[in-house]
């Protein structure tokens, strides 16, 4: 098995960002495509200047977004909490987005924020034979934030099947089948 991996090509992502994702055995677009599965993915982020990422959710996974150059605000509403807050991270400094909170990633510079995306466990994102995506461990909103208050924080897009934990699982199996 290959010991060392780079960041490759960036694409775009529903979220608006751009994204390398190059240590996931979940993710179609990952150099590890072969091997064990691990516990965790890695991607490299790139916020371009005076841009956000969509307000998004990842109902089942952690992540931690840890900042190589730049400067970032991530903007979070945890499950529990009754207001959305937000955090400036800089060099060298991470943030960690939990499981169900609202987030959103924010680069209010002139210059680009180039970040790691560390994620528990590994992200799944599959897509069919024509490209389809067939599922994506994030839940993209439109909404922006007055609206989700207003909503109560119950988006409708949180309680959709194809977001299940069993359609997680049977993505997965889906995935690893394909190691």
């Known amino acids: 098995m290959d ?31 072969h091997g064990p599965a691990v516990g965790f993915s890695i991607s490299a982020g790139l916020i371009e200047p005076w841009a956000n990422s969509k307000i998004h959710i990842h109902p089942y996974v952690s ?23 937000s955090v400036s991270v800089a060099m060298d400094e991470a943030v960690l987005l939990p499981p169900g909170a609202y987030f959103q990633l924010v680069n209010t510079t002139a210059n680009p924020c180039r970040v790691l995306y560390i994620v528990h466990p590994a992200y799944i994102f599959e897509v069919d034979d024509s490209g389809t995506v067939v599922y994506d461990d994030a839940i993209i909103l439109e909404e922006d934030w007055e609206s989700l208050a207003r909503l109560n924080w119950s988006h409708p897009n949180l309680s959709d099947p ?4 069993a359609a997680r699982r049977r993505a997965l199996q889906r995935v690893t089948a394909r190691l």
């Open 3 to 33: 010991r060392i991996f780079a960041v490759g090509e960036f694409f775009r992502i529903t979220d608006g960002t751009l994204v390398s994702p190059f240590l996931n055995p979940m993710d179609v677009q990952s150099e590890l495509h």
């Open 63 to 85: 992540q931690v977004t840890y900042v190589l150059e730049g400067t970032l605000t991530a903007r979070l509403k945890e499950r529990d909490a009754e207001e959305p807050s």
């Open 162 to 165: 194809a977001m299940s934990r």
